[in-house]
């Protein structure tokens, strides 16, 4: 897609830049399917088919003809005031649905006490940071919530049992350096070598 670099995009541009070529600012790679033997009436139908197969849609999408230009002609759409010290709840209702924020009940009630508080409308892209910053993915709600099993608290939450995969092996044998950190995690390497020129 034209509006957002891939992260190989990135990686093929420092490659670019260790080898003198500091003057490219975007490569990137594509697709090419051809198919022989399809007749004409069958060949949409293939074409649609492959694509939803093959491609990902978040990260790719069809060029009909070769690409002159990464100028995607996109324009930012303009900040817009999501009018909740008049509509209330309904307001984050409407905005919700049509962003996909994910929000929930307890979300909206909590945010229309918030910008009450204020005294003031939220813009929608404050409502599109929280929606990032306070989802599952950032904050563990419920990974990191409190179980209770027929009434009884349990001690660890799903988080802990997951990491308790970790901690169940033996140090000594535990090649994991970082885990669970930022959501992510590295393991001990080993010495290799390496090809690299004698002249850069």
Known sequence: RLNFQTAWASNARVICAACGLG???????AKRWRFGGVDADKAP????????????????IEYEHALQSFD??????????VPVMEKGIEALEDINEQMGF?????????????????G??????????????????????????????????????????????LTAIPADKNNSVIAFAD???????????????STP
């Open 23 to 29: 003057g490219v600012k975007r490569v990137e790679r």
């Open 45 to 60: 139908a293939l074409k649609k088919e492959v694509l939803e197969r093959l491609c990902d849609r978040m990260t790719e």
């Open 72 to 81: 995607s002609g996109m324009v930012a759409a303009d900040i817009r005031t």
């Open 102 to 118: 994910g929000f929930d009940k307890a979300d909206m009630e909590y945010y229309l006490g918030l910008f009450n508080g204020m």
């Open 120 to 165: 003031r409308d939220p813009t929608d892209v404050e409502l599109f940071d929280m929606a990032q910053s306070n989802s599952e993915h950032s904050r563990h709600w419920f990974f990191k919530g409190a179980i209770v099993i027929d009434g009884v608290p349990q001690n660890d939450t799903l988080f802990d049992m997951v990491k308790q995969t």
């Open 183 to 197: 959501n992510s995690s590295t393991i001990r390497g080993f010495k290799t070598p390496v090809i690299r020129p």
